[in-house]
């Protein structure tokens, strides 16, 4: 996994955190598994501790940011369902944002097509007036 060549380096044959990050981010990573593991029916989550979950570290790294996650650069897409449950947020909230989300990406698809549709119309004109 690339998150394994971010976070450890090997020094005299030993495995070491390459910093404070990666040591926390590994060590929340064991603890939200456990918990997990104890706490859900999920098959996904009860496999075993060897079982990597990318849902949970996402989790215990501080979630994705511009696509990215610690420790997996863009190498992994979290554009997923979490297969966490959430405190916070009940299931049709969460419904309800990701309806609003899928309004949103319609959206910037059509301003995409819109822009470019203007940015046509701009170089023939430039085009007309310099040629």
Known sequence: MVFNR???RTNQGQRLFVDEKSKRVSETYTRLKEN????SGSARLSQGSSTFIP????EASGGAKNGRCYGFGNSYN???SSAIPSNNCSQPEIEQLKEEMQEMKREQQEIKASLGQILSITWATQASFSG
């Open 36 to 39: 997990h593991t104890q706490s």
């Open 78 to 80: 979290f554009t997923f």
């Open 55 to 58: 849902e949970v570290w996402a």
């Open 6 to 8: 971010c976070i450890y």
